[in-house]
Structures are given as structure tokens and as C-alpha cells.
């Protein structure tokens, strides 16, 4: 099973950027998506989540009417897109998925994906 995250990279305040995650070796539509970030320094928050019945989504409060979640089971991506980017949402991302039907972040992660690099210049 691998997760693989890609589309950081250096972005000025006000852009946008999409984030997906791939993944292989799983039955996608039956995992619980979540996108995490960890800035330098600091410990890992939730950033967004996907149920994977239902597609309900969750939101930290920083990153709500920014950020929006989706999923493709097609094509077993998650993606994170990213408007209206800020200094202090420069961070490492990760995918993780759960089996459990929740956007809890709080859940059980069966696995992580390696992270991307977002940087958001002021």
C-alpha cells in the first residue's frame, strides 16, 4: 500500500495551489481521506477530511471557505485545493486514510502518505 502526495511548492500570499494523493495497493472508496500539515517547529494539525461513505467533509477553522477537499475514486486521488493561501499555512502536507467512516481527526490511520512541501511567500 502506498500513499504518494504531490503539488507543493512556492506560492505568494493571495495563490492557490492543488494538492493530490495518490494511492495504491487499497480499495480506495472504502477509506476515509484527511490532509494533516506540520510547519516547522510545530506538531502536526488536521487540516481537511473526506468520509468515505457519503464524501461529508471537515474542516479546521483556519483553513474553512480556503480550502476544499474532494475525492476521485476513479482515479483513487484525493485532492486538497488550496485558495487563498497564507504565510502561516506554510507546512509539510500529508494524506492519511482511515477505514473508519468519520472525518474525525482523531481517527485511526492506516496510512500516511511522505508529504509535500507548500511554502507561501508574504
Known amino acids: 500500500v502506498q500513499l504518494q502526495a504531490f503539488g507543493g511548492g512556492l506560492v505568494q500570499a493571495g495563490g492557490s495551489l492543488r494538492l493530490s494523493c495518490t494511492a495504491s495497493g487499497l480499495t480506495f472508496s472504502r477509506y476515509s481521506l484527511f490532509w494533516f500539515r506540520q510547519a516547522p517547529g510545530k506538531e502536526r494539525e488536521f487540516v481537511a477530511a473526506?468520509?468515505?461513505?457519503?464524501?461529508?467533509?471537515n474542516y479546521a477553522g483556519s483553513v474553512k471557505g480556503r480550502f476544499t477537499i474532494s475525492r476521485d475514486n476513479a482515479k483513487n486521488t484525493v485532492y486538497l485545493q488550496m485558495n487563498s493561501l497564507k504565510p502561516e499555512d506554510t507546512a509539510v502536507y500529508y494524506c492519511?486514510?482511515?477505514?473508519?467512516?468519520?472525518?474525525?481527526?482523531?481517527?485511526?490511520?492506516?496510512?500516511w502518505g511522505q508529504g509535500t512541501l507548500v511554502t507561501v511567500s508574504s
Open positions: 473526506i468520509r468515505w461513505y457519503g464524501a461529508s467533509t
Open positions: 492519511a486514510a482511515t477505514l473508519q467512516s468519520t472525518t474525525n481527526w482523531r481517527a485511526r490511520f492506516y496510512y
